[in-house]
């Protein structure tokens, strides 16, 4: 059961062969037996769950049922979730319940998914391995002295140690890819506007896309079906047909043109990574997809540009984070600007006030022009380096990441080390495409460790994601990383 | 050595919408603290701005009756700074791509009283005023710092209000231009319908720009008087900061450059802050908003809802209806005066000038005595038409037409005479001029019985006047008219009488 697919947990349901609240007690029997040692949720609500579950039962019995009805699924602890408690991962709001549903908690609602619990995550979603949550780092299942990646680390952990169906995650520079490479998972950031941003708390909003992170390509595909769709209260949800991603996914890959950045495969890549990689690449050519090298010239910039736009954007979305309405307040304060010193200096982490700090110097009189604007400027030079490579191949490749998953602390007082392992994954997110990575293999084992998990990343046109599900459910069902899991912890 | 003094104004429009600028959280006056304050409105986390495309409609609107250019891609952005009736931490602003650009409003000058600097010129004058543009933001709620026992209390119902920052070139030189582009502006915003220009509840507060130089020189530092909310306060304001600055000047100081309050108490103005500690806002786009495009079609479609604009109707009043431009600039001094003025001319075609006499005369001051608007006067404007026509018929003397006015303002009496039709307030004007016995007598035979009446009285008058004394004319007509009620129709009267004192 906790390694079938959606579609196979779906007809389950729907033949009542198990029942929502069984598969629900099934899953939040298993969290409260191993998150004490992974630690991927922040929060569950037995209560609130199974009372879904229930719903979700008599709406099986009634034949009403959706493809995901009944299904629990995990949410990254960044979407609001009416009588949840939401914390983004951080102090500032351990104690804020939200009174409002997040866009996508809606949509998961409206199709009867259960929601099984809120996933650990970065703070604020700054952080690539989860070690910046101020409710403590989530180990990876695989070993539990490496980092699970981040921000969306508690939802990738989930995923691969079978402690949820499926999960949402969300991606600003990298954080549903990141972590689903290096647990061993596959994971979708849609192109930006897909996915409503409303609920969805704010990190960079120029660059933040919700997106589903699962075992498999078609599972993404079912979980992308229940995400995506307009939402007039998002001003930068765009207004689509709504689709069907699964409808693709027999299709053959012949004549498929891949793309290979040559700057994704040069210094900086580590080599196991490289291996398991080419293997994958290899593995595409047999099933009848041919290699077009390609430049990605500006991607250089990606990570400078990056740390100058997210900031900016990050330290004016958590403005409103003041001790005021909601959200942590110091006890002590001798008057107003001590309360927001204090309240803040308390609620936020170190990373968040770094971000703060580079964000509100970028944006500052005299730094602006050579800051912020001059990154918008290189912002549109790497956009437009992808869409002149989309002129000669129809999906791009290289890897997700540039290491397999590192050891806990390992790069906590090194932040631009940190940021680097973004450096595959920031230039879709400035670019706004979609990108998606699956398990392609893993590194050598050494030491006594086991080998970690690799990731492949698939990088597709606007609004392609069609063809990227495409191509990864048919290198999924030519081999059998995704369906690997953890040993039994 | 004589000082000029330089003033330019921003004023904050509330925009009429009946919602918020980025959410649906309503916008009514005076509601109990945070009860129209939704989840936007109080910035929850992961909530976010949408557009309320009646705010923009209004701007549009605006713009076109300032003549003014229409962007058409503006764009919000972000205006950082922490204050706890500001929610967000930022206010959302346009910056350096406002919706409305360069534009320009044409005031009456009218000298204020104690007003120095206008003094010498007590005539009143045409000016034209620069408007450097107009911007769409979102307002801030309230701060009580009363009934707090020492805390402060937080309402959010104004948080994310409508408002349309107007800025002015510094084209005024004196409180009464300043006072003048205010009550324009004022009187603009209520006619093409997009503020309800309440100052008492904060719907126009003006903030002024006050400096002073020597004629010819460079711009002086200027200091910014904040939050003005009545055009009395504006100009004693004014006058008070701008002779501060000249005696500072005069006395060896310097001006620095600062935000300073109006005292009402006082009469003087007190400096809150200093530019040198102002904020860095950090200003960047909204990432949650899309640039505001309009486009021609948009800008038409607003166009063909624009009512005809005050400096339109004083020209049309001048060149077709044959009004001085006094009378064209007060009839217009607020849209309902010139609706009124409108369907009454309606009624009574081709008596504009009694039309604007009664409204300027009788009509005028009677409201300002009850402290009234003209949507509030009991007479009907198909009323004082009917009126008017009785007069040029001669039905009734202007005298006995000021009587039957008086009735009219009682609205019980107002009220029984109703109706759309001309013929229905024509029966019930006839009514009460029959029943208060007010008909003016123009049979010739009463009229000459009367006057051989006066004259046999006053013989020894009568025999004055034939030696030569005209003056006592006058005396005569005002016998006559008293002996008549006031009835004798005026015209007939006088020659009958010039005709019998002749001999």
């Not at chain 1, 090298?293 to 990570?303: A, D, F, Q, T, Y």
Request: charged fraction near 20%; proline fraction near 5%; aromatic fraction near 8%.
């Amino acid at each position: 059961m906790l390694n079938s697919s959606l579609q196979q947990l779906g007809s389950a349901l729907r033949a009542r062969k198990i029942s929502s609240v069984e598969l629900t007690r099934l899953y939040l029997d298993r969290i409260a037996a191993l998150n004490p040692v992974l630690n991927a949720y922040i929060t569950t609500n037995a209560e609130a769950s199974l009372a879904q579950a229930r719903d979700a039962d008599a709406r099986l019995a009634a034949g009403t049922a959706d493809a995901l009805t009944g299904i629990p699924v995990a949410q990254k602890d960044i979407f609001c979730a009416k009588g949840w408690r939401t914390t983004c991962g951080s102090k500032m709001l351990a104690n804020f319940v939200s009174p409002y549903d997040a866009h996508v908690i809606e949509q998961f609602n409206n199709v009867g998914a259960v929601n099984l619990g809120k996933t650990n995550m970065d703070e604020f979603a700054m952080g690539s391995s989860n070690e910046t949550s101020y409710f403590g780092a989530v180990k990876n299942p695989y070993s539990q002295d490496a980092v699970p990646g981040g921000s969306s680390g508690g939802s990738a952990c989930a995923v691969a140690a079978r402690l949820c169906a499926a999960a949402t995650g969300t991606d600003t520079g990298g954080s549903i890819r990141q972590p689903a490479a290096l647990c061993g998972i596959s994971g979708l950031k849609p192109t930006y506007g897909t996915v409503s941003r409303y609920g969805m708390i704010a990190f960079a909003s120029s660059l933040d896309q919700a997106g589903p992170m699962a075992r498999s390509a078609e599972d993404l595909a079912l979980m992308l079906n229940v995400m995506t769709g307009f939402d007039e209260r998002d001003s930068t949800s765009l207004q689509r047909a709504k689709e069907d991603y699964a409808r693709d996914l027999a299709k053959p890959l012949d004549g498929l043109r891949i793309g290979l950045p040559k700057e994704f495969f040069a210094e900086g890549l580590s080599n196991d990574v490289a291996q398991a990689v080419n293997a994958a690449i290899a593995e595409y050519k047999k099933l009848g997809a041919s290699i077009v090298e390609i430049s990605l010239p500006n991607s250089r910039l990606s990570v400078p540009v990056y740390y100058v736009l997210a900031p900016a954007e990050a330290s004016s979305n958590l403005s409103r984070f003041d001790g005021v309405r909601y959200g942590y307040r110091a006890p002590e304060y001798s008057d107003l600007t001590d309360m927001y010193e204090k309240s803040r200096a308390q609620g936020f982490g170190a990373e968040v006030k770094r971000r703060i700090m580079i964000g509100t110097y970028v944006l500052s009189h005299g730094y602006y022009d050579a800051y912020y604007l001059q990154a918008q400027k290189i912002r549109r030079l790497i956009a437009q380096d992808f869409t002149d490579a989309f002129r000669q191949c129809d999906v791009i490749m290289g890897p997700t990441s540039p290491s397999t998953a590192f050891k806990l602390g390992e790069k906590g007082d090194d932040p631009v080390q940190m940021y680097l392992s973004d450096i595959y994954t920031i230039a879709v997110n400035l670019a706004g495409l979609p990108g998606m990575s699956i398990p392609c293999g893993f590194g050598a084992a050494n030491n006594g460790n086991p080998g970690m998990p690799v990731g492949l990343q698939i990088i597709g046109n606007y609004f392609d994601e069609v063809r990227m599900l495409n191509v990864a459910h048919q290198y999924q069902l030519a081999t059998d990383w995704h369906s690997r899991a953890p040993q039994e912890l | 050595m004589t000082w000029e003094i330089v003033i330019g104004l921003e004023v904050h429009a509330q925009l009429s919408t009946s919602s918020k600028i980025f959410c649906g959280a309503p916008t009514a006056f005076g509601a109990e603290p945070n009860t129209q304050a939704d989840a936007v409105s109080i910035a929850l986390p992961g909530v976010l701005p949408v557009l309320n495309k009646g705010a923009v409609e209004r701007a549009i609107k605006f713009g076109l009756a300032v003549g003014a250019h229409i962007a058409p891609r503006s764009v919000f952005a972000r205006k950082n700074y922490f204050y706890p009736d500001l929610p967000k931490g930022y206010q959302i602003s346009q910056f350096d791509l406002p919706v409305v650009g360069q534009g320009a409003l044409t005031i009456q000058v009218e000298p204020l009283s104690g007003d120095a600097a206008s003094a010498g010129s007590a005539q009143a004058y045409e000016k034209v005023v620069r408007i450097t543009r107009a911007h769409l933001e979102e307002d801030a709620g309230k701060s009580l710092h009363e009934d707090f026992h020492g805390m402060t209390g937080i309402d959010l119902n104004r948080a994310g209000t409508p408002l349309l920052e107007i800025v002015s070139e510094p084209d005024m030189r004196s409180a009464a231009e300043a006072v003048a582009y205010a009550k324009t502006l004022h009187s603009l915003v209520r006619w093409i319908g997009i503020c309800d220009g309440n100052m008492q509840e904060g719907s126009f507060r003006c903030d002024v720009n006050v400096s002073v130089r020597r004629p010819g020189e460079p711009l002086g530092t200027r200091r910014e008087i904040k939050n003005l909310n009545s055009f009395k306060f504006m100009q004693q304001a004014i006058d008070y900061e701008a002779q501060w600055q000249i005696d500072t000047i005069e006395n060896g100081g310097k001006i620095h450059q600062a935000t300073v309050l109006f005292n009402p108490d006082t009469g003087e103005t007190l400096a809150m802050r200093s530019k040198e500690e102002a904020h860095d806002y950090r200003y960047f786009p909204d990432p949650d908003l899309l640039p505001l495009d309009i486009s021609e079609e948009w800008k038409e479609q607003v166009r063909a809802t624009l009512p005809e604009l005050p400096q339109a109707k004083q020209t049309r009043y001048v060149n077709e209806l044959g009004l001085s431009a006094y009378d064209a600039s007060t009839l217009t001094a607020s849209r309902e005066m010139a609706d009124f003025f409108e369907a009454a001319l309606a009624k009574a075609p081709g008596q504009a000038k009694l039309c604007a006499n009664w409204i300027q005369g009788e009509i005028s001051a009677r409201l300002n005595r009850e402290n009234k608007n003209i949507t509030d006067a009991p007479i009907k404007p198909i009323q004082l038409a009917v009126l008017i026509g009785r007069i040029v018929d001669g039905t009734i003397s202007n005298s006995a037409a000021k009587q039957i006015f008086d009735h009219l303002w009682t609205p019980s009496v107002a009220e029984l005479i109703i109706g759309d039709s001309l013929e229905e307030v024509t029966r019930g004007i006839y009514t009460l001029i029959e029943a208060k016995g007010l008909k003016q007598v123009s049979d010739s035979g009463a009229i000459e019985a009367l006057v051989d009446e006066i004259i046999a009285a006053n013989a020894d008058k009568v025999a004055e006047y034939r030696s030569g004394k005209d003056k006592l004319f006058g005396f005569f007509v005002g016998l006559a008219m008293k002996a008549s009620k006031g009835k004798a129709n005026p015209a007939q009267l006088n020659d009958v009488l010039k005709r019998k004192l002749a001999g």
